[in-house]
């Protein structure tokens, strides 16, 4: 079964930082692109950032550009998402995703049920 | 950046009744277009990909339509379990991928 744990989430003060780490279990990790996706409360979904399974592919929304920092760890079958510099506008649910193995299928099969980071004084 | 609108924001619908959603591209996506369902406290789940495929599972009152820049979801008949927030998602842009703002849709 195919699972993504994140965690890391919690209230932060602006200007701080803090580690998302996404766990994944359940498929061949290293084959997989995994994506972090962001919920703020009561609105819709952002896309924040992905990462291609072999790390030569690699994006940033405009949002987070120059803040934030996907990484992975392949031995670990592990996703992480470094948030530098926060801002209250970065509050809201953090899912990571999975991309789905099919040729040009750059769409999410599994979800995990995401951190929720809070970014207040 | 692709801009993916959505509308209605809100449809209402009576169980049973059809409900069509609409989600629009600022560019051509090609057919690399797909839909998640999002109900309260829970992840999305993937719904429909290339524009009119159902993923594993998902029922035939769910179908997609739609290339280029424009793209219909539709529910033929409504169910209690169907009422849940719709989004669509580009994936035509790789890696830089945008969801649309989402429908509700809700018990009339």
Redesign the interface.
Known sequence: EVQLVESGGGLVQPGRSLRLSCAASGFTFDDY?I?W?RQPPGK????VS?L?WNRH???Y??SVTGRFTISRDNAKNSLYLQMNSLRPEDTALY?CAKV?G?P??????Y????TLVTVSS | EIVMTQSPATLSVSPGERATLSCRASQSVSSNLAWYQQKPGQAPRLLIYAASTRATGIPARFSGSGSGTDFTLTISSLQSEDFAVYYCQQYNNWPRLTFGGGTKVEIK
């Open positions: 692109a994506h996706v819709g979904l952002e896309w992905g291609s592919t690699i994006d929304a405009d899912y789905t099919v040009g299928g750059y769409y999410f099969d979800w995990g049920q995401g």
